[in-house]
């Protein structure tokens, strides 16, 4: 697993690249986002474009991550996830917690107007 950072239309974007399978990728994972949060950034959007496979410990940071930004009034969105990304985040309910835009160009149309 790769991670990368970049700005956004006030996001913080982090761009995933490979397999989130292994306790010490959820633990990159999950140190990243909370240097993010340290430095109070308050929007953060993954994109899972590259991402082919994650599992549990990998779900279990995504949902920390939704609920430590609730907690600041932030707000955390996905962007671009494969179908097998997207079903595992649809039978988990995350889709129900968190905004999932199918490509970046939406994301970024629909941040315009907010």
């Given at each position: ?44 959007a993954l994109n899972l474009s590259q991402v082919t496979y994650l599992d549990s410990g990998a779900l279990n940071v995504l949902i920390y991550c939704h609920n430590m930004l609730k907690k600041k009034d932030g707000k ?39």
């Amino acid at each position: 697993m790769d991670i990368g950072g970049r700005e956004s239309k006030g996001f913080h974007i982090v761009d995933i690249i490979g397999k989130i399978d292994r306790l010490k990728d959820s633990i990159v994972l999950k140190s990243y986002i909370n240097t993010l949060l340290e430095k109070n950034v308050q929007k953060i959007a993954l994109n899972l474009s590259q991402v082919t496979y994650l599992d549990s410990g990998a779900l279990n940071v995504l949902i920390y991550c939704h609920n430590m930004l609730k907690k600041k009034d932030g707000k955390l969105v996905i962007i671009r996830t494969n179908e097998y990304v997207k079903d595992v985040l649809d039978v988990v309910g995350l889709n129900k917690l968190v905004k999932i835009y199918a490509t970046e160009e939406d994301f970024e149309n629909e941040t315009n107007h907010n």
